[in-house]
């Protein structure tokens, strides 16, 4: 887990990681976009970088981070991707909304872990503020969206290695 203290990308541990022979789709959220859109380009960028091909990664976009669970299983299915990536933001507000939000969309993808065979990687922002958000999406805490693609291609590399 990242912290303040701790950012995956910090590690050497991606230099290992060989994304070229493997099938990736991106769902993102449009409800805060203003950071969803750089978790996916972080998320993309950090994908090629680590050798996958542009044409193997699918995006497709979703009202919100709740619909993020529907738009999983939908790609999954219809794609067939060897990781899929969820993307979201939601800001703390003034209503119980954020909890329920929070508690369903993480509960979705943990039950597409529990269920399926394809790792859908948790990319969700669930912070108090906006600043905290900007924070995590390019700014002094790093970029979550690179973090969730090598998660994403080191789950790939664990699936293969119980096939």
């Keep these: 887990m990242a912290t303040e203290y701790?950012?995956?990308?910090?590690?050497?541990?991606t230099s290992v990681l060989d994304a070229s022979a493997m099938k990736f789709a991106i769902v993102v959220s449009e409800w805060n976009s203003e950071i969803t859109l750089?978790?996916?380009?972080?998320?993309q960028n950090e994908l090629i970088k680590q050798g996958a091909k542009p044409e193997n990664i699918t995006v497709a976009f979703v009202p919100g981070s709740f619909e993020l669970i529907y738009g999983?299983?939908?790609?999954?299915?219809?794609v067939r991707?060897?990781?899929?990536i969820g993307l979201g933001c939601v800001i703390k507000g003034d209503t119980p909304h954020f909890d329920?939000?929070?508690?369903?969309?993480?509960q979705g993808f943990a039950q597409l872990n529990a269920d399926g065979d394809v790792p859908c990687i948790f990319g969700v922002l669930t912070t108090n503020t906006l600043e905290q958000s900007l924070d995590r999406a390019g700014g002094k805490l790093g970029n979550k969206g690179?973090?969730?693609?090598?998660?994403?291609?080191?789950?790939?590399?664990?699936?293969?290695k119980f096939k």
């Design 146 to 160: 690179e973090e969730a693609a090598i998660t994403a291609i080191k789950m790939v590399q664990f699936a293969c």
């Design 72 to 78: 999983a299983k939908r790609i999954i299915e219809s």
């Design 81 to 84: 991707p060897n990781a899929i």
């Design 38 to 43: 750089k978790l996916k380009e972080g998320a």
């Design 6 to 13: 701790h950012l995956l990308s910090d590690n050497n541990l």
């Design 100 to 106: 329920y939000v929070c508690s369903g969309v993480t």
